[in-house]
């Protein structure tokens, strides 16, 4: 959207702000994800009356509030900050004030709100006036928050959490409820927070919530917290349900009146769990809950049961109070600089932390000393250290314009894990600068990872000091004057050694970039990589330098000017008794020893072998062997300052101790072979002299090897070659190669293919083939069978031609004997086969075949043949090679005679319904055996008819036979069921369905009976079942009548019938009966009747049974309730005539035959009341007469009257009055109370007609009718 800077407002791509108008916008899409994209500077938009948002005055408008759904999106700050806002809307009595009005469910995270005033009326806080989501990593400082329930970020955290928060320098002040980070929290969370805050108000106040209900967690309050009651130094007031641990206060608390406390004011039965205050800087004493501490013991992480010092809390012991270690970058509660002494020689600062070896700063000329060991790697290289300083890492101690020229002793101790990455700044390492009477000494720096840019060293970037006993490992990078141990010296530097990579421009050196000072008994092992004056131990000596008793060991890459210990020396400078050790490379000026030098150079070594140099401009070169033998260095001190162990070491400084690793003699290695493995070098009948392979000396040289073999070599098999790579200084590798010489040619056929072999009946063997050897030998072929071949078809001969080596080849011959030529019968024909039912087999007849000799026969028929007529057999003749012939033969059988029936005469066939296929009767042939009847008569039969049955032999001799068949139906139904059931009913029964009988032909019969569908009376019931042929058969059924239910009443109760004198008949109920239908009630009762009783009614039906009803008569007589309000009486009942009696003379009052009566004098009166002949009197009523029309004597007047809408009350003296307003009924519709001079009373809703206003002053009463009409 364009109201943004980018983004679509979801939660991967939230909407971008970088303006306060963008900031605005979130009004506008409160569910809606933000982040900041740069830092905000509110303070003219809201201060200045030409600001966008100066609102005459008001200033801001908080973001959503309380009367809507307030913030519930994501608003990311990103680490930006918004600064100046100003919010003043306390005149306004507006409630809800902040940033935001009303975050509600909402997230607001990596914010910083800085020089912030905001007032308002309640709920006021400087991000928020009311929290129910989540604020986390946000912070606010150097600001004012003015208001009640405000709270520095909140002011009122409802169901709300605040999460790694911090507010620092705010004032903030009110009426009551303030707290340092929320006013008030309800079953809200404040976790992992701290506050540095001034408070000032009245009641419920404290450094960190004013009133608490929710959880306090990992907070800590600093600051002063100033009031009358319910003060505390982190809580004011603690509720049951409020939780409060691992938590403190130091704040300084006063209060005026009471419930004051260090750490909660006031405890209501919440939990304190864990949780301390300092009784020294708080001035208080007691607490309503925590535990009492003082200074010293606030700083020992001792005195803290059950806290998280790994994770959450960190602690310097003796030199700071607790501080949360995700704001370990922000200034420290408690904090001591030194664990103890004064700075002097004698009482040096004790340092035994990295906090306190940061404070060596402020005292440049004290002395120090080291108690133990020191781990910077959290506190240098990590965002949360307190010495990250944005990603610049430690601050150098001292600088060239205020040098350290104090004394520190590192008593041996290891300060480990220094990060600095300042390339743009100059004089880097622990100590930036170090004046001439600075000293340093027993100090280890260990794991050092150093950018700097001039003059950079791990102890010191820039020495004019003495340093002493010192050692370093490592990374140093710097751009001109870089050293392992120092950038630029012009000190004195003795017995300390450096193990760090060294990475520079310009004079770069393992142990010191630039000498000008002095330095003895010291050594470097770390690699070197510089350009120009690159040295293993100085980039460059100055002329007023001078080394002693010195060496390095380490690689050496440059440009120009590059040497294993130095890489260039100017004129007056000295070196004496060192030496070098590593490899040294670069393009120009380079030395085993020195690059260039002017200087003096005396009795200084290196080794050729293992730095690959055999120059330098300085020194004297020895082998490896000679290094490690005293007599080399004959001038040398090995009484005490050197030392070797002979052949098995280097010489080194006997403050070392012992030979060290680096000391230890390095393996000159022999030259590595190139391959690490020589391919074989074959051939067939020999190998000719190859290329000669090569080898890798120690320094990177390239060497050819020189063989023990004379080539060509031509002996079959594997001979060994041994090559042998030799180096400038004799060093021999040896390395072996295989010549594999292996014919692997097989002969090669003389013919490209060979004729094939032809025959009928066999193949006798050829003369065999030939093969031409590679090798040049004439190779004669063998066959692969034996001669002669016999087998018909193809037979494929494979000739195999083997060489002297083992190496065959094969060519394949084709033999065909192929038999064409087919058997011949013995006889031209052969003559026929004759029978009558059959023919047995005959003797097989004969052929003659030229390679089989005699063949006989195969018919293509089984014998006997059974088959009547004429078969014809063929016969064939088969030499086994696939030559056949055939010959035919007649094979005639005639059967002429047909069957025989096995009986003369068949039985008849009897049934009643039908007649099922019976068995098929038999006949007998004299071919065929049995022979089975058929008839074309299709079964089941269910009618008489007579069978003709044939029976036919397998040649077609057939003959016929009848058999008769009688059906005839004499059997009746049977009815499904052995009994029916007898029906029973009061006053009717349906006839049932008929039942069913089941016949023998007809299947299912239904019964039939000439009884009524409605049957009234008790009968029997004939069912009759008669089949299809006229059989039948009957079953009875009986049918019983009995009603012996009496009617049933049409209501389940009756009503009640009530009168005042009396009731007469109602009307005669009914029943309903359930042969008789409706049945009309009798009694006994008279009518009317005139006092109260029960009514019996009685349903009798026509066979005398019976049920009774009762129905209750209430005579309640006339209501003679009379009601009384002020002086006017109604009677209750209405439609009735009246008298009103005066109960003093009992005599009626002339004239009040009214239902409702205001007497005109005060008396007793009762009222006769007649109604439906009835005459009743009510009790007697005292009445004091009001007066309708005194209102004046009140000074209170009613208008209008008639009145349609408003009526007025004029009240002159603004009494207070009761007023009533009823009907004629005595019902009282209207009640207030009222003071005010004119009294408006809307009558819109009553109906016309006459009505009673009653007023009442609590002194007198008098009352007014008006009348109501529209």
Not at 250 to 278: D, E, F, M, Q, R
Not at 472 to 493: E, R
Not at 548 to 569: I, K, Q
Request: charged share 15%; aromatic share 8%; glycine share 12%.
């Amino acid at each position: 959207m364009s109201q943004f800077s980018g983004g679509t407002g979801t939660i991967n791509d939230p909407y971008q702000i970088s303006s306060p108008t963008e900031l605005n916008q979130i009004k506008n899409y409160l569910s809606s994800n933000f982040v900041l994209i740069n830092d905000i500077d509110m303070t003219f938009d809201t201060h200045d009356p030409g600001g966008l948002f100066y609102n005459e005055g008001e200033g801001w408008e908080p973001i959503s509030s309380e009367s809507n759904t307030g913030f519930g999106g994501r608003l990311d700050g990103d680490g930006h900050k918004i600064t100046g806002v100003f919010i003043d809307r306390g005149p306004v009595n507006q409630d809800y004030v902040g940033f935001f009005g009303n975050i509600k469910g909402g997230e607001v995270r990596n914010l910083t709100l800085e020089d912030f005033s905001i007032m308002g009326n309640n709920y006021v806080g400087g991000l928020a006036g009311k929290n129910s989501g989540a604020i986390i990593d946000c912070a606010i400082v150097n600001s004012s928050i003015d208001g009640s329930y405000s709270g520095g970020l909140v002011g009122d955290n409802n169901e709300g959490g605040v999460l790694r928060c911090k507010v620092v320098n705010v004032d903030v002040e009110g009426s009551f409820y303030h707290g340092g980070v929320a006013g008030r929290s309800i079953s809200g969370a404040i976790q992992n927070t701290y506050s540095i805050v001034n408070i000032t108000g009245s009641s419920h106040l404290g450094g960190i919530v004013g009133h608490n209900t929710g959880l306090v967690e990992n907070c800590y309050a600093l600051g002063t917290v100033d009031g009358d009651s319910r003060v505390g130094g982190l809580v004011g007031n603690n509720e049951v349900s409020g939780t409060i641990r691992y938590s403190y206060s130091t704040a300084a608390v006063s209060a005026t009146l009471s419930t004051v406390g260090g750490l909660v004011g006031n405890n209501n039965s919440g939990s304190i769990i864990n949780s301390y205050w300092n009784t020294e800087e708080s001035g208080i004493a007691t607490s309503n809950g925590g535990l009492p501490l003082t200074s010293s013991e606030l700083s020992l992480s001792s005195s803290f049961t059950n806290w998280d010092f790994t994770n959450t809390w960190n602690i310097y012991n003796g030199l700071t109070y607790p501080f949360l270690r995700n704001f370990s970058e922000d200034s420290i509660p408690g904090l001591r600089k030194f664990s103890g002494g004064t700075g002097t020689s004698g009482d040096p600062y004790q340092i035994t932390t990295t906090i306190s070896l940061s404070f060596m700063r402020e005292f440049p000329s004290s002395y120090f000393i080291l108690m133990n060991d020191l781990d910077l790697t959290a506190g240098t290289s990590t965002s949360v250290g307190h010495f990250w300083n944005g990603g610049a890492g430690w601050e150098p101690i001292g600088t060239s314009e205020s040098p350290f020229d104090g004394n520190f002793n590192g008593q041996g101790f290891t300060i480990s894990g220094l990060f600095i990455d300042r390339s743009s700044e100059d004089e880097i390492g622990l100590f930036g600068s170090t004046g001439v009477s600075a000293v340093i000494q027993q100090l280890n720096l260990e794991g050092v990872d150093i950018t700097g840019g001039l003059n950079v060293g791990a102890v010191v970037g820039e020495n004019d000091g003495y340093l002493s006993g010192s050692s370093s490992t490592g990374t140093v990078l710097g751009s001109i004057s870089t050293g392992g141990h120092v950038g630029s010296n012009t000190g004195l530097i003795t017995e300390s050694y450096s193990s760090v990579s060294t990475n520079g421009g310009n004079t770069t050196g393992g142990f010191v970039g630039i000498n000008g000072g002095a330095i003895a008994s010291s050594y470097a092992t770390g690699n070197v990589n510089g350009t120009d004056k690159t040295g293993g131990f100085i980039g460059e000596n100055g002329a007023t330098g001078t080394i002693d008793e010195s060496y390095a060991t380490g690689e050496v890459t440059g440009d120009e000017f590059v040497g294993g210990f130095v890489g260039n020396t100017l004129s007056g400078s000295e070196i004496s008794d060192s030496y070098s050790l590593g490899s040294v490379a670069g393009n120009a000026n380079i030395g085993g020893f020195s690059g260039a030098s002017l200087g003096a150079i005396q009795d200084s070594y290196w080794n050729v072998e293992t730095s690959c140099n055999l120059t330098s401009s300085g020194g004297t070169g020895k082998t490896n062997d000679e290094f490690q033998q005293e007599s080399t260095f004959n001038e040398w001190d090995f009484s005490s300052i050197w030392s070797v162990d002979e052949d098995a070491s280097y010489p080194y400084l006997i403050f070392q101790g012992s030979a060290k690793a680096h000391n230890t003699p390095t393996v000159i290695s022999n030259p590595v072979p190139v391959n690490g493995t020589l391919a074989d070098l074959t051939g067939a009948c020999s190998v000719e002299e190859p290329e000669a392979p090569k080898a890798i000396t120690n320094c990177g040289d390239e060497v050819t090897g020189t063989s023990d073999v004379t080539f060509p070599v031509s002996d079959q098999g594997t001979t060994m070659i041994m090559w042998t790579y030799e180096d400038a200084f004799g060093n021999q590798t040896t390395q072996e190669q295989k010549i594999i010489i292996t014919d692997m040619a097989a002969p090669v056929s003389d013919e490209v293919s060979l004729p094939n072999l032809t025959a009928e009946c066999f193949v006798e063997e050829p003369v065999a083939p030939t093969a031409t050897d590679n090798c040049g030998e004439l190779i004669t072929g063998m066959a692969d069978v034996t001669f002669p071949i016999m087998s018909q078809g193809t037979t494929v001969i494979t000739w195999s031609f083997e060489d002297q080596h083992g190496n065959v080849s094969t060519q394949t011959q084709n033999a065909i004997v192929d038999d064409v030529t087919k058997p011949t019968p013995d006889l031209t024909s052969l003559p026929d086969l004759n029978g009558n039912c059959e023919v047995a087999a005959p003797v097989a007849p004969t052929a003659t075949d030229n390679c089989k000799g005699t063949i006989t026969g195969q018919p293509n028929v089984t014998f006997p043949v059974t088959a009547s007529g004429t078969t014809i057999v063929i016969w064939t003749y088969n030499d086994g090679n696939g030559n056949t012939i055939t010959q035919t033969q007649n094979v005639i059988i005639e059967d002429d005679e047909a069957p025989i029936p096995d009986e003369s005469t068949l039985p008849d066939l009897i049934g009643e319904c039908s007649l099922s296929m019976p068995v098929a009767p038999t006949a007998t042939d004299n071919c065929d055996g049995l022979v089975t009847g058929v008839t074309s008569t299709v079964f089941p039969l269910t009618e008489s008819t007579t069978i003709t049955w044939t029976y036919t032999d397998a040649n077609g001799n057939a003959i016929e036979q009848t058999q008769e068949v009688v059906i005839a139906d004499v059997t009746a139904p049977v009815p499904n069921n052995l009994t029916l059931n007898t029906l029973t009913g009061e006053c009717v029964v349906v006839r049932p369905t008929a039942p069913k009988a089941t016949d023998n032909c007809g299947g299912v019969i239904t019964g039939t009976t000439t009884v009524d569908q409605l049957i009234t009376e008790t009968t029997t019931i004939v069912w009759t079942f008669t089949d299809p042929s006229g059989n039948s058969s009957t079953q009875n059924q009986e049918v019983i009548l009995s009603d012996e239910t009496p009617p049933f009443p049409d209501r389940l109760s009756l009503p009640d019938l009530v009168g005042e004198c009396l009731v007469n008949n109602p009307g005669t109920p009914t029943a309903l009966d359930d042969c008789n239908g409706t049945i009309q009630a009798t009694t006994e009762t008279v009518f009317p009747v005139t006092e109260s009783t029960t009514i019996t009614w009685s349903y009798t039906d026509d066979t005398g049974n019976t049920s009774t009803q009762t129905q209750k008569v209430i005579i309640s007589g006339i209501n003679t309730n009379v009601a009384k309000v002020g002086g006017v009486l109604t009677a209750e009942v209405s439609g009735a005539s009246y008298q009103w009696i005066d109960c003093r003379t009992n005599t009626p009052v002339s004239g009040a035959t009214s239902r409702v009566f205001i007497p005109s004098n005060d008396g007793s009166y009762a009222v006769e009341i007649s109604r439906q002949g009835c005459i009743e009197v009510s009790d007697c009523y005292d009445v004091t007469v009001l007066g309708l029309d005194e209102s004046d004597k009140f000074q209170v007047s009613v208008y209008p009257n008639p009145v349609s809408e408003q009526l007025t009350i004029k009240n002159a003296l603004s009494k207070e009055l009761e007023i009533k307003i009823i009907n004629s009924l005595g019902q009282e519709l209207l009640q207030t109370t009222e003071s005010n001079p004119f009294i408006q009373i809307d009558v819109r809703s009553l109906s016309n007609g006459v009505y009673f206003i009653l007023m009442n002053d609590q002194k007198n009463e008098f009352m007014k009718r008006i009348v109501k009409s529209e």
